[in-house]
């Protein structure tokens, strides 16, 4: 006879991660498309959509600059055990410009965020293009 264990902790941790990863990507997504697809939000004109970063969340907002206290903004919270470990952004930040969609300001240097679950350390890295779109996860 043997025995077997099965760690559910460690499912439970991969299964936070992963929808977390893709609450994020679809987040991106919806931001770049919001801003090149003319959405308004009940406004009388277009705008720019961004997305600002900090270690344990990531706040969606309408503008061409991020104010904190905007009560618009939607702030998404990780849980605990997940977080951003290296944002590469300029200024923690992703404007993705009206019309186009494209990135406000890219830096071909600085175009990365990388989320880590800090029980397992597994970590992702998304890529962003200068076109707004996704390029790679890995």
């Known amino acids: 006879f043997g025995i ?28 770049q498309v919001k801003a090149a697809s003319f959405d308004t939000q009940n406004s009388a ?32 919270a990780f849980p605990d055990d997940i977080e951003f470990s290296n944002i590469s952004l300029p200024t923690s930040i992703i404007l993705f410009q009206k019309q186009s969609g494209e990135v406000s300001g890219f ?3 600085q175009h990365t965020v990388t989320i880590i679950n800090t029980q397992t350390n597994e970590q992702k890295t998304i890529n962003i293009n200068r076109y707004g779109v996704i390029t790679q996860v890995n």
């Not at 264990?5 to 992963?18: P, W």
Request: avoid cysteine; aromatic fraction near 12%; glycine fraction near 6%.
């Open 107 to 109: 830096d071909p240097n």
């Open 45 to 76: 004109t277009t705008d720019t959509y961004g997305i600002y970063f900090t270690q344990s969340n990531y706040t969606l907002f309408k503008g061409t600059t991020y104010v904190s206290s905007d009560p618009n903004n939607f702030t998404v």
């Open 4 to 31: 077997i264990t099965i760690s559910l902790l460690t499912s439970r941790a991969k299964a936070s991660f992963g929808g977390a990863l893709s609450v994020l990507v679809s987040d991106i997504q919806q931001q």
